[in-house]
């Protein structure tokens, strides 16, 4: 299995831009989670899917930021605009969840923002 | 009450000696407790877990202690190698709910060769 893709790697944009970042889950996974990781704040769960259907985006900092998921194979986290504090590396991981959970979070390599 | 409490932020051992890092929490319904490995550049990966009906966990030089009472499990690491060099994060979760992990602030580990 390829695991969890995401994309793009990296992304340099400037202050009032939109950002879309990409993920591709592992197939047959049900559970997908975007995080956000900084130096001051740690790794941070901004949002969570079950079966594409939104289940907590409670983390999601502002109405700047919104994520989709539209189907199985597919998410993306959109910030519009995008601010300098927005400057991070956003993680998408995903799971098998089949009524309890072990915990076991697959994760993406990341795509590092940097807003200007 | 959701948090969970990492300490050292920072560590560096000498290659062959012991990495201790740990970890509290407060919520009691937390019922699972894995802790993550993150080179530099990737995103995090599973190491190793446990759940509290045990209070250790060993594999290979990865053991995880559990102290239920106290609320605090942590990570030791034996005869550290260089290629243990990373971030580890220890983590906390409801088996029941669905998978909502918190993480801890994380520990940069450098092992010294």
């Known amino acids: 299995d390829a695991g969890v893709i995401q994309s793009p790697r990296h992304e340099v944009t400037e202050m009032g831009q939109e950002v879309t970042l990409r993920c591709k889950p592992i197939?047959?996974?049900?559970?997908l989670f975007w995080y956000r990781q900084t130096m001051m704040r740690g790794l941070e769960l901004l949002i969570y899917?079950?079966?594409?259907?939104?289940?907590?985006d409670s983390g999601m900092p502002e109405d700047r930021f919104s994520a989709k998921m539209p189907n199985a194979s597919f998410s993306t986290l959109k910030i519009q605009p995008s601010e300098p504090r927005d400057s991070a590396v956003y993680f998408c991981?995903?799971?098998?969840?089949?009524?309890?959970?072990?915990?076991?979070?697959?994760f993406g390599e990341g795509s590092r923002l940097t807003v200007l | 009450q959701q948090q969970v409490k990492q300490s050292p932020q920072s560590l560096i051992v000498q290659k062959g000696g012991i990495s201790i890092i740990n970890c509290a929490y407060e919520n009691t319904a937390f019922d699972y407790f894995p802790w993550y490995q993150q080179f530099p550049g990737k995103g995090p990966a599973l190491l190793i877990a446990i759940r509290p009906d045990v209070s250790e966990k060993k594999e290979g030089r990865f053991t995880i202690s559990f102290n239920k009472s106290a609320k605090q499990f942590s990570l030791h690491i034996m005869d550290s190698q260089p290629g243990d060099s990373a971030t580890y994060f220890c983590?906390?979760?409801?088996?029941?709910?669905?998978?909502?992990?918190?993480f801890g602030t994380g520990t940069r580990l450098l092992v010294s060769p």
């Open positions: 899917f079950n079966n594409n259907v939104p289940i907590d």
């Open positions: 197939s047959g996974h049900n559970s």
């Open positions: 983590a906390a979760s409801n088996r029941k709910g669905f998978q909502k992990l918190v």
């Open positions: 991981a995903s799971s098998l969840w089949a009524g309890t959970n072990t915990g076991e979070l697959f």
